[in-house]
């Protein structure tokens, strides 16, 4: 399955950015799906994910009641609605894809798409 992320931009502290992950290759509705963040000089980190049928998400502490993980699996894609950006929400952005459970490792994602970056600057 191929992964495409899109929807990076700049914005002010406070705004809101949507992320897309379009997958191609296999139906979406296969695999869990989940996203990760790498900031400049940090590890990757996970963000959130959500079950193959969207019934079931999970966020890390520092995008709780902000970031809104959600699925179309008719569109084959994934997004992350996120509000209230901070500027430590700055980092390149990934999309993720696995086949077993919904999991906050990334050795747990089989595929991977390319990033986009999410700059939060005044």
């Known amino acids: 399955v191929q992964l495409q992320a899109s929807g990076g931009g700049l914005v002010q502290p406070g705004g809101s950015l949507r992320l897309s992950c379009a997958t191609s290759?296999?139906?979406?509705?296969?695999?869990?799906m989940g996203w990760f963040r790498q900031a400049p000089g940090k590890e990757r980190e996970f963000v959130s994910a959500?079950?193959?049928?969207?019934?079931?998400?999970r966020y890390t502490d520092s995008v709780k009641r902000r970031f809104t993980i959600s699925r179309d699996n008719a569109k084959n894609t994934v997004y992350l609605q996120m509000n209230s950006l901070k500027p430590e929400d700055t980092a390149v952005y990934y999309c993720?894809?696995?086949?077993?459970?919904?999991?906050?490792?990334?050795?747990?994602?089989?595929?991977w798409g390319q990033g986009t970056l999410v700059t939060v600057s005044s």
């Open positions: 993720a894809a696995g086949s077993n459970f919904i999991s906050t490792a990334d050795y747990d994602y089989d595929y």
């Open positions: 290759g296999h139906p979406a509705s296969t695999y869990v």
């Open positions: 959500i079950t193959r049928s969207g019934t079931g998400t």
